[in-house]
């Protein structure tokens, strides 16, 4: 095995154990918060939101990071160990961290909607559009993720560079409508 292949089954490996332990904390993570749920129901809503807030900052710092390797990757030579530094990189962030924030901010925010405010509210439905929006432009990244690794991608880093504000200027639009809840 020459080195670079090495390397890159190190990568492989570090990486599956990566996933495996992040998904092993999640588990544990909502096991915790189901036996909340079970045996203090009425303790629970605010365990909700912290979580769900945690859930979204941990989905933000990803979905603010990862547009801005893919804007290095873009520059970076194909094949280049650069390159599948990048590709590493890029696939851990979504799988470890990006994907599995998005799935607790959608279940935890989901029911706090219904506990809380019974879907009800203008802001409210902004709010989720606007999420639905979140989850679209991730649903890009994914793709572009799967495009990089593939040696695929025909961005040009300037592309990369603008995508990575639509994440930011959601969030704000997000933020507004929770906290000062204009209609």
């Given at each position: 095995?020459?080195?670079?292949?090495a390397?890159?089954?190190?990568?492989?490996?570090?990486?599956?154990?990566?996933?495996?332990?992040?998904?092993?904390?999640?588990?544990?993570?909502?096991?915790?918060?189901?036996?909340?749920?079970?045996?203090?129901?009425?303790?629970?809503?605010?365990?909700?939101?912290?979580?769900?807030?945690?859930?979204?900052?941990?989905?933000?710092?990803?979905?603010?990071?990862?547009?801005?390797?893919?804007?290095?990757?873009?520059?970076?030579?194909?094949?280049?160990?650069?390159?599948?530094?990048?590709?590493?990189?890029?696939?851990r962030?979504?799988?470890?961290?990006?994907?599995?924030?998005?799935?607790?901010?959608?279940a935890?925010?989901?029911?706090?909607?219904?506990?809380?405010?019974?879907?009800?509210?203008?802001?409210?439905?902004?709010?989720?559009?606007?999420?639905?929006?979140?989850?679209?432009?991730?649903?890009?990244?994914?793709?572009?993720?799967?495009?990089?690794?593939?040696?695929?991608?025909?961005?040009?880093?300037?592309?990369?560079?603008?995508?990575?504000?639509?994440?930011?200027?959601?969030?704000?639009v997000?933020?507004?409508?929770?906290i000062?809840?204009?209609?």
């Amino acid at each position: 095995m020459t080195m670079m292949g090495a390397d890159n089954a190190n990568s492989t490996n570090s990486g599956s154990g990566a996933t495996r332990r992040a998904a092993i904390a999640i588990a544990i993570f909502l096991v915790l918060a189901g036996l909340l749920f079970l045996f203090g129901p009425d303790d629970f809503y605010p365990w909700a939101k912290a979580i769900h807030v945690i859930a979204v900052i941990s989905w933000m710092a990803g979905m603010l990071y990862l547009p801005r390797l893919l804007v290095y990757h873009a520059d970076a030579e194909k094949g280049s160990v650069q390159s599948e530094t990048f590709k590493v990189m890029e696939r851990r962030l979504l799988r470890g961290i990006i994907n599995p924030a998005m799935v607790i901010t959608w279940a935890f925010g989901l029911w706090l909607a219904w506990k809380g405010f019974g879907f009800q509210g203008g802001w409210l439905h902004a709010k989720i559009a606007a999420v639905v929006g979140l989850s679209a432009v991730h649903g890009y990244f994914a793709g572009a993720v799967r495009k990089f690794a593939e040696d695929r991608n025909e961005k040009p880093a300037r592309h990369w560079r603008i995508v990575n504000e639509i994440p930011t200027l959601l969030m704000v639009v997000i933020v507004v409508l929770v906290i000062v809840k204009p209609f």
